[in-house]
C-alpha cells in the first residue's frame, strides 16, 4: 500500500528557506507568525498512524504545559511554554507518577473544543469572549498546528498585561480527533464542540472520512455533557445535509432551533454562533465569495435509562 | 506456482492446520454427546463423540465455479482436502461460534468477507443456512445472549447487527445503506463552493452523475445489516457482557482502544473506555467472574473492572515467552539476541470453563509460540503454568468429559515451534493437543481422546515426502490463513521526519 505523507510533493525543497524564515521570526516571541511559512496540503489522511502522540488516557495529559497560567503546582518542571506539543508524559509508570501527575494538572478543565481548527481564527476569537474558560484547538496537520502554537505564544507575550484578555485559555495540539479523542477529554467533560467547515470529502468513496457520522456522533456525545452543544458550519449544502441527517438520525442529540441561536440578542450560544460566522479562516474565504453559510447546532440529550429500567 | 509445484502439492495432499475451533455438548437422553468443529483452510470439518464424520468446504459448495472439480482431493477417511491454486481465490475459515443453544454454527470467511450461519442436525451434519457478503472483511463475530442477533465487528471499525435467521420480512425492509445520509441524490459540491481545481472536477463528474441517478456503491449488501457502532481505526475483537439486565457491548481496536458501550438498542452509548494499553489490542475475554482480560501487542496481559474502566492487574507475557524459551531445551535457539527487541503478540485468550463461576482461570496463546499460559488473575504469587507444545499455538476449545475439562489446543504442524515461516521437514502428524485438568488444578496432557478424535487430528498423508518446493509453497500458504497478528503493529512512520 501506498503510504500518503502529510506533505506536498516538491515541499522539502522550500523547506530550508521555510525553517530559516520561521527560526529568526522564532527568536522573537511576541512576532506574530507568518502564515506562508507554516502552508501545508489540504489533507491529512485521518486513516493513517501518522506519528502522533497522544495521552493513554486523558488522566496522563500534560494540561499544564498547554495553560501554565492555569496550572494546579507550579513546579520547576513545568516549562512556561504555550499550547506545547509534547503532551504526553512517558509511558512507564514510576512511583513519582502521582507527583508528576498533579504538576500536569490545571485549576480548570477545557470545556470547549475546536475540532479540526485549522489556522485558529476561531480561537483567537473566542479567547477574549469567554476569558474564563479553557478552550482547546485540535488539528491533523502538523504545521497548520504550529502555526496556531507559534501565534499564540506571540499574543500571550504581546498581552501579558492585557486586561481585555490574555489567551492564557487557548492552546492548541496536533491531534487526529477521529481515532483519539476519548484519550484526551473525559465523559461529559465539554460543553461546546465546533466543527468548523470540516473538508467536505465530495467523493462518495471518501464519504467514511468526513468529520460527522453515525457513529463518530456517539463519541461526540461520550465527551459532551448532557445539555452540551455541537457548533456546526459548512458552505457546502450536501455536507450540511449530511451532518443534520446524522446528527438527527443519533438518538443522543436533538437539533437546536434557530430562534435560540440566530439573531444579535444576548446569551452565549448567539454570541458563540456569531463568532463562529465571522471568525474563521474558512468563514472569511467564503465571505469573500459571497458564498453560502449553512449552521446547524445540536444539543447533547440526556441518556436514557436502561432499556429494561424504563 | 508453477505446474510441477502444483502437481507436487497435489501429491502433498497435506492439511492446513486448525485455525480455529469450536465444540458443543448436548446433553441427550441416553447420555453427553459432544461434537468438536475446526476450521482447516477453506474446510470446515466435524467429529462428535458418537462417531459423526463430515466435512463442509466453500470450495465445493461454490455454484457455477468451474475447474474446481479437480481441485480437491479424497483423503483416506473419505475427507475432501482443498489444494492450493493460484487462480482462483480460496476462501478461508478465520472464525467459527456457536451459539448458545448449541443449534448453529456462525463463520466467517475472510477473502469473501462472508458469514454463513449453518443449522447442526441432530447427528451435527452441517446445512448452510445463508451466506451474507458484508462490504468489509468481518474481524470478529459474536451472538446476542438470546443467540438472535450475530454481532460483526469489520476491518474498517464498523459494528453491525444481524439477525441469525432473517426472516422475510427482514429480507423485504433490508436497509441496504444505514451509513449514509440524505437519500436523494444531488452533487454535494455546487459552483459557490471555495475550493480547488481538483474539486471542481468533482463537482463536473457529479453533476453529469446526478442526470443518471444516485451511483451505488458495487457491493452494498441487500439483506439487513444495522449500523450499531464504529471506531476509526481496524475492530480486532468484540464481546458481549451481561450485569443483572443490563447488557453490553465491548470491541477493541488497533489504536489501543476498549470501548464498553450499551448493547442493542442502546448500542449508540458509549459507557467508557479502559485506557491502558500501549500497543494494539487483538484479543479481549471475558472471565467466569466478569473480569475483562485483553492482550495485543503489549508485553502484558491487562485484566479490567471493565464496568468501572478501571486496570486491576497487568500479567507479565513477554517475561513468561522468554522463560519458556531459556528453560526449554530445543527453544534455546528462539531466545533472542537483544531481550528489549523481543516482541509477542497475543493470538487468544480463553476462559477456562468452571462449574463454580467465581474462581477464573485463562488460558494464553500468542502467535508463534509453541505453548499455552496459563493464568490465574488475582493470584500473582503463583506461578503461571506452561503447557509446553508440539508446535505453535492456534486455537483452544474446551469439553467435559466424565466431568473433568479436556482442553483441546489445535497446533501448527506445518511450521517449526517458534516460528511463523520455516516449514518442518517432517510434518507433525497430530494438529491436535489434549489436556485435562488434575486434582491440583495443574494441567497435562490426556491422550483418552486420542482415538475418538484421531481422524479429526491426523494430517491425511503426513510423512510422505514430497519436494522441498512444493513444502515451501505449502508453508506460505499456511502462514497467510493463520498469521497475521503482528502485522497490526505500528510501524514507526517517517512521516513526521519530514513534514516538520
Ligand atoms: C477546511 S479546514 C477548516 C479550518 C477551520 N475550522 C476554519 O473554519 O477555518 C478543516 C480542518 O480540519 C482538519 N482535520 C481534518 N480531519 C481531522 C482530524 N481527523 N483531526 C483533526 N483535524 C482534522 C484539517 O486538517 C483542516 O485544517
Redesign the interface.
Same mark, same amino acid.
Given at each position: 500500500m501506498k503510504r500518503k505523507t502529510d506533505t506536498m510533493p516538491g515541499e522539502p525543497a522550500k523547506r530550508p528557506k521555510r525553517e530559516a524564515a520561521r527560526k529568526a521570526q522564532g527568536d522573537d516571541e511576541a512576532a506574530l507568525p507568518k502564515k506562508r511559512f507554516y502552508r501545508q496540503r489540504a489533507h491529512a489522511n485521518p486513516f493513517s498512524d501518522h506519528s502522533l502522540t497522544y495521552p493513554k488516557s486523558p488522566a496522563d495529559m500534560d494540561w499544564a504545559s498547554l495553560y501554565p497560567a492555569y496550572s494546579l503546582k507550579k513546579s520547576e518542571e513545568v516549562v512556561n511554554d504555550a499550547g506545547g506539543m509534547e503532551v504526553c508524559g512517558s509511558h512507564d509508570e514510576t512511583p513519582s507518577d502521582k507527583i508528576r501527575k498533579s504538576t500536569r494538572a490545571t485549576t480548570k478543565n477545557v470545556e470547549i473544543a475546536d475540532i479540526g481548527c485549522g489556522f485558529g481564527g476561531l480561537l483567537f476569537a473566542l479567547a477574549p469572549q469567554f476569558p474564563d474558560t479553557l478552550i482547546l484547538g485540535m488539528e491533523i496537520r502538523m504545521s497548520v498546528t504550529e502555526y496556531v502554537h507559534d501565534k499564540i505564544r506571540a499574543l500571550r507575550v504581546q498581552n501579558a498585561a492585557s486586561d481585555t484578555g490574555t489567551y492564557q485559555n487557548i492552546a492548541v495540539l496536533r491531534a487526529n480527533t477521529m481515532k483519539f479523542l476519548p484519550n484526551f477529554f473525559t465523559k461529559h467533560q465539554l460543553h461546546s464542540i465546533f466543527l468548523c467547515f470540516p473538508d467536505p470529502h465530495f467523493k462518495q468513496r471518501k464519504h467514511k472520512a468526513r468529520i460527522v457520522s453515525y457513529t463518530l456522533n456517539s463519541e461526540y456525545a461520550y465527551v459532551l455533557r448532557p445539555g452540551g452543544i455541537v457548533y456546526t458550519i459548512t458552505d457546502v449544502k450536501d455536507l450540511h445535509e449530511w451532518m443534520v441527517g446524522h446528527f438527527e438520525k443519533h438518538p443522543s442529540f436533538e437539533r437546536v432551533g434557530e430562534e435560540e441561536y440566530d439573531g444579535e440578542g444576548d446569551g452565549e450560544i448567539r454570541q458563540r454562533v456569531r463568532i463562529m460566522r465571522t471568525e474563521t479562516e474558512e468563514g472569511k474565504k467564503v465571505e469573500r465569495n459571497n458564498g453560502d453559510k449553512f449552521v446547524a447546532l445540536f444539543r447533547r440529550t440526556e441518556d436514557p435509562p436502561w432499556p429494561t429500567e424504563g | 506456482m508453477n505446474q510441477e509445484q502444483r502437481n507436487s502439492a497435489a501429491q502433498l495432499r497435506m492439511a492446513f492446520p486448525y485455525k480455529c475451533l469450536a465444540a458443543c455438548t448436548r446433553l441427550a437422553a441416553d447420555g453427553e454427546d459432544w461434537a468438536l468443529f475446526g476450521a482447516s483452510g477453506s474446510t470446515l470439518v466435524v467429529q462428535s463423540s458418537r462417531g459423526t464424520q463430515s466435512t463442509w468446504s466453500t470450495e465445493q459448495n461454490v455454484e457455477n465455479k468451474p475447474d474446481h472439480g479437480d481441485e480437491s482431493v479424497e483423503g483416506p477417511s473419505g475427507k475432501r482436502i482443498k489444494l492450493s491454486h493460484p487462480t482462483h481465490q480460496k476462501n478461508n475459515f478465520s472464525s467459527i461460534k456457536i451459539s448458545n443453544d448449541g443449534k448453529y454454527l456462525i463463520a466467517i470467511t475472510a477473502e469473501d468477507k462472508s458469514i454463513r450461519v449453518f443449522q447442526l442436525s441432530s447427528d451435527w451434519q452441517l446445512r448452510q443456512l445463508s451466506e451474507r457478503c458484508m462490504t468489509r472483511r468481518p474481524c470478529s463475530i459474536t451472538l446476542s445472549d438470546d443467540n438472535s442477533t450475530i454481532f460483526c465487528a469489520d476491518k474498517? *471499525?464498523?459494528v453491525y447487527a444481524l439477525p441469525l435467521l432473517p426472516s422475510p420480512e427482514d429480507e423485504r425492509n433490508a436497509n441496504p445503506h &444505514?451509513?449514509? *445520509? =440524505?437519500k436523494k441524490y444531488? =452533487? @454535494?459540491? @455546487?459552483l $459557490?463552493?471555495?475550493? $480547488?481545481g481538483r474539486?471542481r472536477k468533482?463537482?463536473e463528474e457529479?453533476l453529469k452523475q446526478a442526470a443518471k441517478g444516485r &451511483?451505488q456503491?458495487k457491493d452494498a449488501p441487500t439483506f439487513k445489516h444495522d449500523?450499531l457502532? *464504529?471506531?476509526? $481505526?481496524m475492530l480486532t475483537d468484540v464481546v458481549t457482557a451481561t450485569v443483572g @439486565? %443490563?447488557s453490553y457491548l465491548i470491541t477493541a481496536d488497533r +489504536?489501543?482502544?476498549i %470501548?464498553v $458501550? %450499551?448493547s442493542v &438498542?442502546?448500542a !449508540?452509548?458509549?459507557e467508557?473506555?479502559c !485506557? *491502558? !494499553?500501549?500497543e494494539f489490542v487483538h484479543r479481549l475475554c471475558m472471565s467466569n467472574s466478569n473480569r475483562l482480560i485483553s492482550g495485543g501487542g503489549d508485553t502484558h496481559l491487562y485484566v479490567w473492572d471493565w464496568l468501572s474502566h478501571t486496570l486491576l492487574e497487568k500479567i507479565p507475557l513477554q517475561s513468561a515467552v522468554l522463560n519458556l524459551y531459556r528453560n526449554q531445551s530445543g527453544l534455546n535457539s528462539l531466545v533472542p539476541e537483544r531481550e528489549e527487541d523481543f516482541r509477542i503478540a497475543v493470538s487468544g485468550i480463553w476462559n477456562v470453563p468452571s462449574r463454580t463461576d467465581e474462581t477464573d482461570e485463562i488460558l494464553v496463546a500468542c502467535e508463534g509460540v509453541p505453548a499455552l499460559f496459563k493464568i490465574k488473575p488475582e493470584t500473582p504469587s503463583e506461578e503461571a503454568q506452561t503447557l509446553v507444545l508440539n508446535g505453535n499455538a492456534l486455537d483452544v476449545t474446551f469439553v467435559t468429559v466424565a466431568g473433568a475439562n479436556t482442553a483441546i489446543v489445535s497446533i501448527d504442524h506445518v511450521h517449526e515451534p517458534g516460528h511463523t515461516t520455516k516449514t518442518r521437514e517432517n510434518q507433525e502428524p497430530s494438529r491436535l493437543q489434549l489436556f485435562t485438568t488434575a486434582q491440583n488444578g495443574e494441567w497435562f496432557e490426556d491422550d483418552r481422546l486420542k482415538s475418538t478424535l484421531e481422524w479429526f487430528s491426523q494430517d491425511t498423508v503426513g510423512g510422505q515426502d514430497t519436494g522441498e518446493s512444493a513444502r515451501v509453497a505449502f508453508g506460505k500458504e499456511v502462514q497467510g490463513v493463520i498469521y497475521g497478528v503482528e502485522n497490526l503493529r505500528? %510501524?514507526?512512520?517517517? +512521516?513526521?521526519?519530514? @513534514?516538520?
Open positions: - | 474498517f *471499525g464498523d &444505514p451509513e449514509d *445520509g =440524505p444531488a =452533487p @454535494s459540491a @455546487s $459557490s463552493t471555495v475550493h $480547488s474539486n468533482v463537482l457529479q &451511483p456503491p449500523l457502532l *464504529g471506531h476509526v $481505526s @439486565s %443490563r +489504536d489501543e482502544h %470501548r $458501550s %450499551r &438498542p442502546q !449508540h452509548i458509549i467508557g473506555f !485506557h *491502558g !494499553h500501549e505500528k %510501524r514507526a512512520e517517517i +512521516d513526521a521526519a519530514v @513534514s516538520v
